[in-house]
């Protein structure tokens, strides 16, 4: 109702600074005529009957009307708006048009970003040629390439390969080497086998989960590395063992974790 009732004086607007019910000082149509100055698209206008409601809630009794609502039959005296609510109502505007923008720049690097990871997604399809036997092989140049796969990389393959999405995600979901979540640039694998277990391997993986700060499926903040656990790497005598991109790592000391989190 409140809105509606700020609608219909918006409307009936007389000049810049006055309002029909309103009465206000020379003072207060400048700092009014200041706000309409802030708020002069359509979109910011919005914004000023949101603000114009937030204001309304400033009246808990209803015996005391908001000033933006019209004289009933009878009444003489509209109440005054004061400069305080003025500057409470610029104030709301302003930091609510901040943030308005603030989503509307966040939206703006989604979708470049979005724009980006499909173009090299298209890159990549275009190399195989439609060859649809090649499916895992591409798939494996996506990881390595974002290293990850994410929805709309999928769903992209689908269409430009011609191959059911449901086939796609059973092959990225049955291959370890395969995320669906965003992955660190690198890797890094402990061995829990059981020989790399009896050798000190959780030990190896409290040093390596203390210094990145993360644990087994997690990557660090900022997308520099994540960690998993396996089975068995192949290199049982070695153990405790951890691969870094493929490198591998025996009985890797403390500091050398250190050395190898602070690497780019």
């Not at 000023?48 to 015996?63: I, M």
């Not at 989604?110 to 724009?115: E, H, W």
């Amino acid at each position: 109702m409140c809105g509606l009732t700020v609608k219909r004086i918006m409307a009936r607007k007389k000049t810049k600074s006055a309002f029909v019910g309103i009465k206000m000082t020379s003072e207060q149509a400048e700092l009014l005529d200041r706000l309409q100055r802030v708020l002069n698209s359509a979109t910011k206008t919005e914004v000023l009957l949101k603000g114009l409601d937030l204001l309304g809630k400033l009246y808990p009794s209803t015996s005391i009307p908001p000033p933006w609502i019209l004289l009933g039959e009878g009444e003489t005296s509209p109440p005054v708006v004061t400069n305080r609510e003025l500057a409470m109502l610029e104030a709301e505007a302003r930091r609510y048009s901040t943030n308005v923008q603030q989503v509307r720049n966040k939206t703006k690097e989604v979708m470049k970003q979005m724009t980006q990871e499909l173009s090299k997604t298209d890159r990549i399809v275009d190399k195989y040629k439609g060859d649809k036997s090649s499916l895992i092989q591409l798939l494996l140049e996506l990881q390595r390439e974002n290293h990850w796969l994410s929805e709309e990389m999928l769903k992209w393959v689908s269409q430009k390969m011609d191959i059911p999405l449901t086939q796609i995600y059973r092959v990225a979901t049955f291959y370890k080497a395969f995320s669906l979540v965003p992955r660190g640039r690198h890797s890094i694998s402990v061995c829990m086998g059981t020989a790399c277990h009896v050798r000190g391997a959780p030990h190896l993986l409290d040093k390596v989960m203390e210094t990145l700060k993360i644990r087994p499926g997690e990557t660090t903040r900022d997308m520099r590395f994540s960690l998993e656990t396996v089975n068995c790497l192949g290199c049982c005598a070695l153990g405790p063992v951890m691969v870094v991109d493929g490198k591998y790592y025996s009985k890797p000391s403390t500091k050398e974790i250190e050395q190898i989190a602070a690497s780019d």
